[in-house]
């Protein structure tokens, strides 16, 4: 039986499989942090952010049965987090290819404020002291933002297939 066939058997699954990947991506992110000492950048924080947040929207697809309104409400919110995901990952991965002389903002953003802010309530999960431009570590050749901007585009065709799909 092909993924598409269970998908459109089960409307529910493509919150199971986000919600799978969100935290599964967001646990992986804080062991390589630990284990190979890397040292986030605020734009990885950032995703990370918006892997939970896509996170608790699949949850919440999940939670809502066969309500269809609150499970399109839930795709939409996914679709959001991830799209937004897949802007910054995007950038990022710009950045660390064509522009390593540049930082994440010239002048210190309010979004870098926001995770400076988040760092110091919970730093194992947001704290960033690493650069943008310094992609770190390298898996298979593509850098860590280039694995999430490929995972955030996957997981916006699937939050979108969620939205669109007729039941």
Do not use: N
């Amino acid at each position: 039986m092909s993924i598409l066939h269970r998908l459109k058997q089960y409307p529910r699954a493509p919150f199971g499989i986000s919600l799978v990947i969100g935290v599964g991506l967001v646990a992986s992110g804080i062991t390589l942090a630990q284990l190979l000492h890397l040292a986030a950048c605020p734009l990885c924080i950032w995703q990370r952010m918006l892997y939970l947040m896509l996170s608790v929207a699949a949850l919440l697809g999940l939670a809502a049965g066969g309500h269809r309104g609150w499970r399109r409400f839930a795709a939409l919110l996914m679709a959001a987090s991830a799209g937004a995901g897949t802007f910054v990952a995007g950038y990022q991965t710009y950045i660390q290819r064509f522009a390593q002389d540049t930082q994440c903002s010239g002048t210190e953003a309010w979004w870098e404020s926001f995770v400076d802010w988040a760092g110091d309530r919970m730093p194992l999960l947001f704290h960033a002291s690493g650069l943008c431009s310094d992609p770190a570590w390298k898996m298979l050749g593509l850098s860590i933002a280039e694995w999430s901007l490929v995972a955030f585009t996957f997981l916006t065709v699937l939050a979108l297939y969620a939205l669109l799909r007729r039941e």
